[in-house]
T-cell receptor, first 113, second 115 residues
Framework: KQEVTQIPAALSVPEGENLVLNCSFT??????LQWFRQDPGKGLTSLLL?????REQTSGRLNASLDKSSGRSTLYIAASQPGDSATYLC????????????FGTGTKLQVIP | GAGVSQSPSNKVTEKGKDVELRCDPI?????LYWYRQSLGQGLEFLIY????????KSGLPSDRFSAERTGGSVSTLTIQRTQQEDSAVYLC?????????????FGSGTRLTVV
C-alpha cells in the first residue's frame, strides 16, 4: 500500500527566500506524482505533474523533481512571495492497473512580507 | 465545461437528514474520484468511477454513503442520515482516459456542515 509523507507539516519563511518542500513515498513503482496547492476553503490547483520516466518539471518559479529510487519528490519555490502562502500537497498515482492516487497530508507554507 | 464543477459550494444540514452532492467533470474525462477532507486532515479517498462503473468504492466510510454516475458524466454522492462526523469538504476530481497520465483536475469542493 502506497504511503505518502510530507515534512514539514508547516513552514514559515520571509519573502524572497528560496525553499524546498519534501514528499516521500513508500512504493517506488509509482506511475506519476503531482503537486497541488490548496488555498484556505478552496479546492486543489494543480502545479506540476511528473511522469515516472521524468526527473523534473518546471513552471515559472516552481521546479519539482522525482527520484523513484529514493522514494522522494521535492518542490522548489524560488524567490517566495506572500501569494505563495497556501498548503502544498503531493499525490502519487500507483503503477497498478487501477488509477488510485494517494495524497500526502500537506505542508502549510506561510511567506511573511 | 472548462473545469470540474461541484454543487452546492456550501451545505448546512441538520443531523439525520439526507444530502446529495453533485460533481460535473470536465467533458471527456472518463475517470472521476470523490475525496473527503476533514478539518486539518489530509484527503481521504472515497470512491473511483471509470465511466459509470465504480471499480473501487473501498473508501466509503459506511453504508450511509453511496455514489452514482450517469452517462459517463455527472456524479452524485449521497449521504443518508447525516452525522456530525460527516462534516467535511467533499472534493471531486476527474482525469482523461490514459490511466491518469495527464494528472487530475479538482473541483472547488462542497463544504458540508452537519448541525
Amino acid at each position: 500500500k502506497q504511503e505518502v509523507t510530507q515534512i514539514p507539516a508547516a513552514l514559515s519563511v520571509p519573502e524572497g527566500e528560496n525553499l524546498v518542500l519534501n514528499c516521500s513515498f513508500t512504493d517506488s513503482a509509482i506511475y506519476n506524482l503531482q503537486w497541488f496547492r490548496q488555498d484556505p476553503g478552496k479546492g486543489l490547483t494543480s502545479l506540476l505533474l511528473i511522469q515516472s520516466s521524468q526527473r523534473e518539471q518546471t513552471s515559472g518559479r516552481l521546479n519539482a523533481s522525482l527520484d523513484k529510487s529514493s522514494g522522494r519528490s521535492t518542490l522548489y519555490i524560488a524567490a517566495s512571495q506572500p501569494g505563495d502562502s497556501a498548503t502544498y500537497l503531493c499525490a502519487g498515482r500507483d503503477s497498478g492497473g487501477y488509477q488510485k492516487v494517494t495524497f500526502g497530508t500537506g505542508t502549510k507554507l506561510q511567506v511573511i512580507p | 465545461g472548462a473545469g470540474v464543477s461541484q454543487s452546492p459550494s456550501n451545505k448546512v444540514t441538520e443531523k439525520g437528514k439526507d444530502v446529495e452532492l453533485r460533481c460535473d467533470p470536465i467533458s471527456g474525462h472518463t475517470a472521476l474520484y470523490w475525496y473527503r477532507q476533514s478539518l486539518g486532515q489530509g484527503l481521504e479517498f472515497l470512491i473511483y468511477f471509470q465511466g459509470n462503473s465504480a471499480p473501487d468504492k473501498s473508501g466509503l466510510p459506511s453504508d450511509r454513503f453511496s455514489a452514482e454516475r450517469t452517462g459517463g458524466s455527472v456524479s452524485t454522492l449521497t449521504i443518508q442520515r447525516t452525522q456530525q462526523e460527516d462534516s467535511a469538504v467533499y472534493l471531486c476530481a476527474s482525469s482523461l482516459p490514459g490511466g491518469g497520465y495527464y494528472g487530475y483536475t479538482f473541483g472547488s469542493g462542497t463544504r458540508l456542515t452537519v448541525v
